[in-house]
C-alpha cells in the first residue's frame, strides 16, 4: 500500500529532466509531459503483468489444491489390523 503512495512522486521525478550549466551558474529543471505518459503506461504495463501471474499462480494453487486426496486414520484403539472382520 504504500508502494501506491510513492507512485506519483516516482512518476513526477522520473518526467523532470535537470540541466546544470556551470558556465552561467544556473540550473534548469524542466517537466516532460510525453516522458511522464510513457512512464505511467510502462507502470500500468508492469502491474497489468503482475496482476496477471499472481491470477495464475492462484489458479495454479486452486487447481493444486483440489487434486489432493486425503486418508484419514481413525483408529484410535491403536489396532494396526486393517481387517476389522
Known amino acids: 500500500m504504500r508502494i501506491a503512495l510513492l507512485l506519483p512522486l516516482m512518476l513526477l521525478a522520473a518526467a523532470c529532466q535537470v540541466t546544470e550549466d556551470d558556465q552561467n551558474d544556473q540550473i534548469t529543471v524542466q517537466y516532460n509531459q510525453d516522458l511522464a ?6 507502470i500500468a ?32 484403539a491403536g489396532n494396526t489390523n486393517r481387517n476389522s472382520n
Request: net charge negative; hydrophobic share 40%; charged share 30%.
Open 45 to 76: 504495463n508492469g502491474a497489468e503483468e503482475a496482476g496477471k501471474a499472481i491470477a495464475n499462480g492462484a489458479e495454479s494453487a486452486v487447481d493444486t489444491a483440489r487434486n489432493v486426496d486425503v486418508d484419514v486414520d481413525v483408529n484410535t
Open 37 to 42: 505518459e510513457n512512464v505511467a503506461a510502462d
